[in-house]
Antibody
Framework: EVQVVESGGGLVQPGRSLRLSCVAS????????MHWVRQAPGKGLEWVSS????????AYADSVKGRFTISRDNAKNSLYLQMNSLRAEDTAFYYC???????????????WGQGTLVTVSS | DIQMTQSPSTLSASVGDRVTITCRAS??????LAWYQQKPGKAPKLLIS???TLESGVPSRFSGSGSGTDFTLTISSLQPDDFATYYC?????????FGQGTKVEIK
């Protein structure tokens, strides 16, 4: 069974850092691009960042560029999001998502975790 | 970056109604358009990819169409389980974008 499970959320003060993790199972992790998507409470979905299967291609939303860093450790079936200089507007549920098709950037996301809540507040 | 404009933002409908949601991209994205359904407190669920490919297990009352910049999600006969929020997403570029969402409410 395919599973992706996020962790690492919590309450953090503005300007501080937080690292999210996503552990995957049930599929060959290093064959698939992975993504982070966030959703502020009561708001819509916002794509945050993507990383290809071999970490060769990485992309960020303008809203997080220069502050967030996506990475993966294929040996540990894990995806990460290092979030620095956090702002109140970064408060959201953060979802990890897996692509449907392996070895391509052109794929929608068929499996999502349940999300981890990041609250940025003093 | 590619902008996605989804309409309407809210839709009130009755069980059995035919429902149509539209999504317009700021540039051509064919066929890299997906539709997701999200219920409160849950993760999004992929319904349709590549504009018109129904995902396994998704009821056939859902269909997607369109090309270029204009795309449509249609629910042929709305069922009680379909009341939810729907999002389009383009994945034609390294930077992915979602539409603003359409909440389908009970009329």
């Amino acid at each position: 069974e395919v599973q992706v499970v996020e962790s690492g959320g919590g309450l953090v003060q503005p300007g501080r850092s937080l690292r999210l993790s996503c552990v995957a199972s049930g599929f060959t992790f290093d064959d698939y691009a992975m993504h982070w998507v966030r959703q502020a409470p009561g708001k819509g979905l916002e794509w945050v960042s993507s990383i290809s299967w071999n970490s060769g291609s990485i992309a960020y939303a303008d809203s997080v560029k220069g502050r967030f860093t996506i990475s993966r450790d294929n040996a540990k079936n894990s995806l990460y999001l290092q979030m620095n200089s956090l702002r109140a507007e970064d408060t959201a549920f953060y979802y990890c998502a897996k692509d449907t098709y392996s070895g391509t950037w052109y794929s929608a996301s068929d499996y999502w975790g349940q999300g981890t809540l990041v609250t940025v507040s003093s | 970056d590619i902008q996605m404009t989804q309409s309407p933002s809210t839709l009130s409908a009755s069980v059995g109604d035919r429902v149509t949601i539209t999504c317009r991209a700021s540039q051509s994205i064919s066929p890299w358009l997906a539709w997701y359904q999200q219920k409160p407190g849950k993760a999004p669920k992929l319904l349709i990819s590549q504009a018109s490919t129904l995902e396994s297990g998704v009821p056939s009352r859902f269909s997607g169409s369109g090309s270029g910049t204009d795309f449509t999600l249609t629910i042929s006969s709305l069922q009680p389980d379909d009341f939810a929020t729907y999002y389009c997403q383009q994945y034609s570029s390294y930077s992915r974008t979602f539409g603003q969402g359409t909440k389908v409410e009970i009329k």
